[in-house]
């Protein structure tokens, strides 16, 4: 195996790394303020596509992490990205917060439910069978299917809630269009990261909680891949996948002296 590349610039998942159900994870603060200080380029990722960057700025500034809104990443921008890069100035049906509503309006995006050129679907604490259907039919009649994650579920004080992937799964049995999922473990939205803030895969490092997204899209994109053991994948889990992180580690705060 090839010797990598010192470590420059790092990739960061926020839920099960930074936080877990609101609480900062301990040596989270320490981990970014090491970052901050050392003016390497770094990004927080998040497959949650409801909030904008400022709203995330503001609700990890609230639990002691101060994370500038420049080094926030969303598949809710990724999906903006992708759709700017793919057909410029389009129009979509878009069901979702406003985390995806607004990347979608900052690329110029047009949202209406007359033969629009996509339906995108995002997260949302409100999915409603009425946005469901008008989606199924745009679908069935031509509009291209996009979806910001592919996550099953999501994470909640009160357990495990309904994410992205599995109301993509009804609107794909309702229609048989499987939908085009932007956020991890699709590397492209680690590549567009990098871009972000100027960075190269070789030189660069992705930190996550999930052997599933996390460390398959850092490794699909070249990173070296940190799995942390303070979120969704447990210990007696990380053999059964057929790849492999890089490092595993017991949490962020093993990750302070690497920067």
Not at 100 to 121: K, N, Q, R
């Amino acid at each position: 195996m090839a010797e990598r590349k010192p470590i420059e610039s790092w990739l960061t998942d926020m839920d099960g790394v930074l936080m877990h159900e609101g609480v900062p994870v301990p040596g989270a603060d320490a981990f970014i303020k090491r970052l901050k200080e050392s003016g390497r380029p770094f990004l927080v990722l998040t497959n949650n596509s409801i909030y904008t960057p400022r709203d995330l700025h503001a609700r990890l500034a609230r639990i002691g992490l101060d994370v500038p809104t420049e080094n926030i990443w969303t598949s809710a921008l990724a999906t903006a990205q992708f759709l700017d890069d793919q057909r410029p100035g389009g129009t979509a049906y878009a069901i979702g917060e406003a985390g995806l509503t607004t990347a979608l309006h900052d690329i110029g995006y047009v949202l209406s439910d007359s033969e629009p050129d996509y339906v995108v679907l995002g997260e949302t604490r409100t999915y409603s069978f009425e946005a469901l259907t008008k989606a199924i039919r745009l679908i069935n009649d031509g509009a291209r299917f996009i979806a910001t994650n592919p996550d099953e579920t999501g994470p909640s004080a009160e357990g495990a809630l309904p994410a992205t992937g599995s109301v993509a799964a009804l609107i794909t049995r309702a229609t048989g269009r499987e939908p085009y999922f932007v956020g991890k473990p699709n590397p492209l939205m680690m590549r567009a990261g990098l871009n972000a803030i100027g960075a190269h895969s070789e030189t660069t490092a992705m930190i996550g909680d999930r052997m599933d997204t996390d460390v398959r899209a850092g490794m699909e994109a070249g990173l070296e891949t940190f799995l942390v053991l303070t979120g969704l994948t447990r210990p007696d889990q990380v053999d059964v996948f057929p790849y492999r992180a890089s490092n595993v580690v017991e949490s962020i705060a093993d990750l302070v002296d690497r920067i």
